[in-house]
């Protein structure tokens, strides 16, 4: 939801994204923060890494 938030005439939109991003602010320190940062990031990579070859096709299908 962070990557996509809407136009943010909703106020749901940007709700949405203060949510998804919460986990950051408990962090206690810097390396804290850091590490879940890093983890949300593993975490999208790898959500989206069922599509990666998909994507990869279309955009070379696009460069022809």
């Known amino acids: 939801m962070a990557q996509h938030p809407g136009d943010g005439h909703d106020r749901r939109d940007r709700q949405s994204v203060f949510v998804h991003l919460a986990d950051l602010v408990d962090a ?5 923060y850091e590490n879940r940062a890093l983890a949300w990031g593993r975490g999208v990579w790898q959500t989206w890494a069922r599509h990666h070859e998909l994507i990869r096709q279309a955009v070379t299908s696009c460069l022809r």
């Open 28 to 32: 206690r320190d810097l390396a804290d």
